[in-house]
């Protein structure tokens, strides 16, 4: 059974910093990308990052660019997303998940942990 644990979040200052956790299990992720999406209140899941599993190639949306970087960790079997200058506008549930083959749509993800909340006063 695929689980996916997040951890990290909570409440932060503008221009401060969060680093998130996904602990992954229950299968091996070669071939997989590692996803890190986002929802606010009101809004639909967007892309934040992602990774591949197995090369270490990144991938992220525009906004977040040279403020979040996505990692991962074989040997925790963990991806973590760093977020520094951290804006109001980042405030949302922030979710971890893995798909095979796929990077930005959330509809072709196939696993999907519970979300933790990232709040950035202003």
């Known amino acids: 059974q695929v689980q996916l644990v997040e951890s990290g979040g909570g409440l932060v200052q503008a221009g401060g910093s969060l680093r998130l956790s996904c602990a992954a299990s229950?299968?091996?992720?070669?071939?997989?990308?590692m996803g890190w999406f986002r929802q606010a209140p009101g809004k639909e899941r967007e892309f934040v990052a992602a990774?591949?599993?197995?090369?270490?190639?990144?991938y992220y949306t525009d906004s977040v660019k040279g403020r979040f970087t996505i990692s991962r960790v074989y040997a925790k079997n963990t991806v973590y997303l760093q977020m520094n200058s951290l804006k109001p506008e980042d405030t949302a549930v922030y979710y971890c998940?893995?798909?095979?083959?796929?990077?930005?749509?959330?509809?072709?993800?196939?696993?999907w942990g519970q979300g933790t909340q990232v709040t950035v006063s202003s």
């Open positions: 998940a893995a798909a095979r083959g796929a990077r930005y749509s959330p509809h072709e993800y196939d696993y």
């Open positions: 229950g299968r091996t992720f070669s071939g997989y990308y």
């Open positions: 990774v591949s599993w197995s090369v270490g190639s990144t």
